[in-house]
């Protein structure tokens, strides 16, 4: 028999695969889930026995969440990574990790195929399509949902047909959970216009009144919350989630362009996500340069565009990473978030590499390392040429 590995997650999509894959193709397969952050133990359990009872050969459960964040999450926290200026990518570098774990898998296996679950409406098909022709050139992919132009309908009645028991009722909500912030989508989603009900979101708001972080950040990374330092940056992230989602904040809609052309709404909350970039940021503004801010940005904007559409092998990826790795040796620091009911606000930073230091004076008050004959020289050169420009203009138009 032929080897097939399926990506799965154990909804419909993906419980459709294994019987069709198996029962009507003839395929051994093998499915394996890869942990971004979204499982817990007893889900991914659940998830285990579901694979097997449907008549898989073999199921995986690949725990990515410290890699997820080496490979990506840190790179779009280097960058301060908002797609749009709103959202954190939180499914877009997702797929991309899990794609690159089951394509792993596959060379492993020495599989003849590989299969995911992903319909042709949306980004997913592609970012695993790439990935998996870039990682095992040639191999077959096979894409059951995609191909067949099945409705949800279609697939449950298949379903049934073959005896499968799971249940078939639709969430109002689709949920995609994982370290870097959880996607919601429902109707109101679908259109230009609408907000998501208090009672779509996976995270309720129990805290209320105002509270304080302090996030420590050492060359970029956040190692410590409120002095309560992390071995790895990835539980510090979710530690922070646990303090920060109960306030609601990081909740929005984004619009965007998705990799097909169309235009696409999803909610997202992100509390820990949104809450790191804003202090990472305000961190950056304090103990970079103005040209190091200036190009972090064009680059880092390419970065996260790049990474959205699945360009995630592109090895310009690699050098704008040794960049942004470079421009973080002296993004160390505590940073002060003031957290309140959907909202939070970055109170201010301590720094030993702070570039506002009192030492060189202050700002609109008083100045220590130059004089006021120095400013009066600098701006006669600094505007040179700009001023020559303008007595040739004149001296041509009389």
């Known amino acids: 028999m032929k080897k097939v590995v399926l990506g799965f997650s154990g909804g419909l999509d993906t419980t459709f695969c294994v019987k069709h894959l ?6 051994e397969v093998h499915s394996v889930i890869v942990n971004t952050g ?41 960058g301060n990574v908002l797609k749009n200026n709103t959202y954190p990518l939180s499914v877009s570098a997702e797929r991309l990790v899990q794609a690159l774990h089951i394509a792993e898998h596959a060379k492993v296996l020495k599989a003849d195929a590989v299969a995911h679950g992903s319909t042709g409406a949306g ?11 870039i990682v095992l050139p040639g191999i077959e992919i096979i894409t059951p949902i995609r191909d067949l132009k099945l409705s949800r309908e279609a697939e449950i009645e298949y379903l049934k047909g073959k005896g499968v028991e799971m249940n078939f009722e639709k969430a109002a909500y689709s949920i995609n959970k994982g370290l870097w912030g959880t996607s919601v989508g429902g109707r109101e989603t679908l259109s230009s216009k609408g907000l998501l009900p208090e009672e779509a979101w996976p995270t309720q708001v129990t805290k ?9 950040f050492e060359k970029g990374e956040l190692t410590a919350v409120n002095d309560k330092t992390f071995a790895h940056s990835a539980e510090a ?15 929005d809609i984004h619009v965007g362009d998705t990799i097909i052309g169309i235009k696409g709404r ?24 103005k040209w190091q801010l200036s190009w972090k940005d064009n680059i880092a904007n390419f970065y996260g565009n790049w990474m959205h559409e699945g360009q995630i092998m592109d090895p310009v990826m690699r050098d704008i990473e ?13 940073v002060f978030v003031q957290l309140q009911p959907y909202y939070f606000q970055v109170i201010g930073i301590e720094s030993k590499y702070d570039l506002m230091n009192s030492k060189f004076g202050k700002y609109g008050e008083m100045n220590n390392g130059w004089t006021g004959e120095d400013v009066r020289g600098f701006t006669k050169i600094f505007g040179n040429q700009t001023a020559m420009f303008h007595m040739v203009k004149e001296s041509n138009e009389q």
């Open 208 to 216: 209320k009144g105002a509270e304080e972080v302090k996030l420590h």
């Open 237 to 251: 992230i979710q530690y922070l989630q646990t303090i920060a989602g109960a306030y609601g904040v990081g909740r």
């Open 322 to 334: 040794a960049f942004l790795q470079s421009s973080q040796a002296n993004v160390t620091g505590d």
């Open 22 to 27: 198996g029962e009507d193709k003839g395929y």
């Open 123 to 133: 980004n997913d098909q592609v970012r695993f399509d790439m990935v998996f022709n």
């Open 266 to 289: 999803v909610g997202f909350e992100a509390a820990a996500p949104m809450v790191i970039i804003k202090a990472h940021h305000a961190l950056e503004k304090h103990v970079l340069t």
């Open 38 to 78: 979204g499982f817990s133990e007893e889900e991914l359990k659940k998830i285990e026995a579901h694979a097997y009872k449907l008549g898989v050969k073999t199921h995986t459960t690949v725990d990515a969440v410290k890699g997820y964040y080496d490979k990506m999450i840190k790179y779009l926290v280097f």
